[in-house]
């Protein structure tokens, strides 16, 4: 940490303090205000953190203005070009590209525990037929903590890091089978013989009645999702894994903690919301009314899929899955209106000074959702292929922080404008 300053002082009482400044190895550097409180009796105000760093990584850098998104220091777009997901997870968890041998170990021990307790299963027939996944997603994997009680002690690392493989290893299982509930369909088990993504398709879309044939050209499109999803530093879903790991919680507990954060419309729901404002706009000759009542700031109308507290650029992620758009739907010989309503869309927006002015851009999830319905995945299933891809940075960032000693528990404080004390008003003597 660098012996830098700021100087803050006071209008009313002149009184000034020295914080010291530190530097990242890339990026801005941050004012260290931990002693403000004690030395000043002051508060920082700053709802949603537009300008705070809630914690130091080392694992995810996103630079917002250049659309920048790097893992580990390696680009996006090499990651996406030339690495699988599974080399991806190992990237984020262990700090480094594995070696063969490595990776080899990492993927057998993945393999190895992709089944989950048979009691688990018990679980999907408490939910509706119409349940959403993702509130199957949010109970069955918090209930993994009523089953793994081998690994639940967070200071001991054998624990972290098999509770860390579990959930990488079960979410595809877990995920796969809100759907055939959904569907009314047997739930198959993972064969080991398949490779991560393989695995999941099968699960999906595969029949005990028939042998299920996985389509390279889908498994490659999801396998590159997966990467493109798999961490975004301290997001609003893994800023929550983080804060719930601070109290001590269990790994599972912390997952589900994420995936409900990860399902609202601003953040991960996105993706399905994207496709229902797409079919909603319908066609081109549409794209007009949609971008007016998205300029209107008394219409609740958002055009989802666009804007990002941090990228004030284009999402590099939402460059690639655009320009993968044309070859998944190419190589599968489908031919879907929205794409053309997606990308007319997109151009008419970036034209529009509302846009412009507050540098509002395609994110992630403006176009994962037409290659996800391309590839067979039912819309309510998009929120859940962004958690799977996600999963593993979640537990990344929970493991970086529960490694490091004397980790504070995460407890915000407030500007208080509520009522000054008062006291309590017998009923007969309070006026209607
Ligand atoms: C993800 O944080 C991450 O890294 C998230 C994520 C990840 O990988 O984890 O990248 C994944 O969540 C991507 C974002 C998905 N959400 C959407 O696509 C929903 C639509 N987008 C907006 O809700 C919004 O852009 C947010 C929530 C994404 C960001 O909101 P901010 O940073 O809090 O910005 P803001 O809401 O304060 O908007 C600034 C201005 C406002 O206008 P003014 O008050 O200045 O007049 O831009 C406007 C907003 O009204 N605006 C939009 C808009 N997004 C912002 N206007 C119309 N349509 C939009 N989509």
Redesign the pocket.
């Known amino acids: 940490m660098s012996n830098e300053h700021a100087t803050l002082s006071f209008s009313d009482s002149g009184k000034q303090v020295e914080l010291p400044v530190y530097k990242g190895s890339i990026g801005p550097s941050v004012v260290d205000i931990r002693k403000l409180y004690k030395d000043t009796d002051h508060f920082t105000f700053d709802p949603?953190f537009?300008s705070t760093a809630s914690c130091e990584s080392k694992i995810t850098y996103?630079d917002g203005e250049k659309g920048v998104l790097l893992y580990r220091g390696y680009p996006i777009e090499q990651l996406a070009q030339h690495s699988s997901h599974l080399e991806v997870c190992y990237l984020l968890l262990y700090g480094e590209l594995p070696t063969k041998d490595e990776f080899d170990q990492f993927q057998r021990s993945i393999t190895m525990h992709t089944m989950v307790h048979e009691g688990l299963k018990n679980f999907y027939n408490g939910f509706r037929r119409d349940a959403h996944p993702m509130a199957i997603m949010v109970g069955v994997v918090g209930a993994l903590s009523a089953f793994y009680h081998d690994s639940l002690d967070i200071h001991n690392p054998e624990h972290r890091e098999v509770s860390a493989h579990r959930l990488i290893a079960k979410m595809p299982t877990i995920a796969a089978w809100s759907y055939k509930f959904a569907q009314g369909q047997p739930f198959l088990y993972p064969d080991n013989r398949l490779g991560y993504v393989e695995n999941f398709l099968r699960l999906m879309f595969g029949v005990p009645a028939q042998d299920y044939e996985v389509n390279p050209v889908v498994a490659k499109a999801l396998e590159r999702l997966f990467i493109l999803?798999a961490d975004?530093?301290q997001?609003?879903?893994?800023s929550t894994v983080r804060l719930a790991g601070s109290s001590g919680a269990n790994p599972f507990a912390c997952i589900s903690a994420g995936i409900g954060t990860l399902w609202g419309?601003?953040?991960?729901g996105?993706n399905e919301?994207?496709l229902k404002m797409l079919a909603e706009i319908g066609s081109v000759g549409n794209i007009e009314n949609c971008i007016r009542r998205?300029?209107n700031?008394d219409d609740p109308f958002?055009?989802?899929?666009?804007?990002?507290?941090?990228?004030k650029n284009y999402?590099p992620?939402a460059k690639i899955i655009r320009e993968s758009c044309h070859d998944v739907l190419n190589a599968l010989g489908v031919d879907d209106p929205m794409l053309e309503v997606a990308l007319r869309l997109e151009e008419k927006a970036l034209k529009e000074d509302?846009f412009i002015s507050?540098k509002?851009y395609p994110?992630?999830?403006?176009y994962s959702g037409i290659i996800l319905k391309a590839i067979g995945i039912p819309i309510n299933m998009f929120t859940v292929m962004f958690a799977l891809g996600?999963t593993v940075g979640w537990i990344a960032h929970w493991m970086e922080m529960i490694k490091e000693p004397n980790t504070p528990i995460g407890r915000p404080r407030q500007l208080y404008t509520g009522p000054t004390p008062r006291d309590y008003v017998p009923v007969a003597r309070r006026k209607g």
């Open positions: 949603g537009l996103i999803h975004h530093e997001n609003a879903s893994t419309p601003a953040h991960g996105a919301a994207v998205s300029e700031p958002r055009l989802m899929g666009f804007g990002h507290r941090v990228y999402d992620r509302y507050r509002l994110n992630v999830d403006f996600r």
